[in-house]
């Protein structure tokens, strides 16, 4: 029996911030609706065990116990849920409460991915986040009391950001103890508010200083990156993430889901009003598209080895002498300076 991850996307959000390029709109309609779609998912997927599950979205949290008991009803019927699975849920600091998480705790969410996205007031309103600081920071505390495992998502390098101010920042969210940070630059995607009016981030080069800045902090920390944008204490790294990063099958459901699954890539429509009247889509994967997937996610992970078989050994010397990569008998890992320009490593490895 095969072992799978699975990611729910949930479509709606209180409010559609201008730099997110997710699939979701302010949140309307009549949910219930909803239901259809998902069991029609649920049922049409592969059987199996699933070692992961993720609420994503779009605002999870915005759903209400009913549909949340809903959901996990239909997965527990359709699939076994080994022992120890991680059961994510995104949330945003506005969009649930202690007594919501405690609630969605009993249903069994063991970890809550909170999107903070700034600890500067300033940057929570340029970001068009609808919490403050001080509301960011007690849903945090409030999860941590809930739940084993939480992880705070911030974003950095934005427009005319420095060094200090960002710096003043992440050392705030340290001393909350979390045991996972995700900590994203800021990039402008085609189809955001912020891509239609023009807005730009900071420069390259006070990028590459912030994210030098930031991989010296969490090492003194000792909370390593363990991806490229993902920072841990050992064995509190995201499970269903590492599914990504290493190549294995994950079940998507609800819109603009997409999976990878028994080696065909699957698809839901983007909308909800599609995606209720269009069945997924499935593309069976060459071994190329597989082993170039695979390369892309894989290097992007800072404590693995990625294997050499398939690459050209005059590329990974070229890239050894750049000084972008590390190379031993497991294999190769990218340097901080290979991750600075991991695309161009990707692409001279291609």
């Known amino acids: ?61 915005l759903m209400n116990a ?16 080994v022992q120890n699975a991680e059961i994510t849920m995104e949330a945003n600091p506005d969009a649930i409460d202690f007594e919501k998480m405690k609630i969605f705790k009993s249903m069994g969410i063991n970890r809550l991915s909170v999107g903070v996205q700034s600890l500067n007031e300033d940057h929570l309103k340029f970001l068009g986040r609808q919490h403050s600081v001080r509301s960011a920071v007690k849903c945090v505390e409030n ?11 911030l974003i950095y390098a934005l427009p005319h950001q420095n060094l200090k101010g960002w710096e003043r ?5 340290l001393k909350m103890g979390l045991m996972h940070y995700s900590l994203y630059q800021l990039t402008i995607e085609k189809g955001t508010v912020f891509y239609h009016c023009g807005q ?3 420069s390259d080069i006070q990028a590459r200083r912030l994210y030098i800045l930031t991989d010296e902090i969490m090492r003194q920390a000792k909370i390593p990156a ?40 699957t698809q839901n429509a983007r909308s909800v009003g599609a995606w209720l009247r269009q069945e997924t889509t499935k593309e069976k994967l060459t071994d190329a598209q597989i082993q170039m997937e695979h ?19 005059q590329a990974i010397a070229q890239a050894r002498l750049r000084g972008w990569l590390i190379q031993t008998d497991q294999g190769i890992q990218p340097t901080l300076q290979g991750i600075l320009m991991l695309n161009q490593l990707i692409q001279m490895l291609a």
């Open 226 to 265: 363990y991806e490229v944008s993902n920072y841990a204490h050992r064995g509190f790294e995201s499970q269903h993430n590492m599914l990504y990063w290493t190549g294995q099958d994950y079940i998507g459901i609800g819109p603009a889901a997409a999976g990878r699954v028994l080696g065909y890539a």
């Open 1 to 61: 029996m095969s072992d799978f991850g699975l990611y729910i996307h949930w479509p709606y959000c209180l409010s559609k911030c201008p730099y997110c390029d997710f699939a979701s709109t302010k949140i309307h309609g009549d949910l219930e609706i909803l239901k259809g779609g998902y069991l029609r998912d649920i049922q049409k997927a592969p059987s199996g065990n699933l070692t992961s599950i993720y609420f994503g979205g779009g605002t999870p949290s």
């Open 66 to 81: 009913d549909f949340l008991d809903f959901l996990m009803n239909q997965i527990h019927q359709k699939w076994t849920v």
């Open 295 to 313: 390369l892309l996610m894989g290097l992007r992970l800072r404590q693995r080895f990625y294997p050499t078989q398939n690459l050209n050994p």
């Open 143 to 153: 999860a941590q009391n809930t739940f084993p495992k939480v992880n705070m998502d």
């Open 169 to 173: 920042e992440l050392k705030q969210a």
């Open 200 to 202: 730009k981030t900071c």
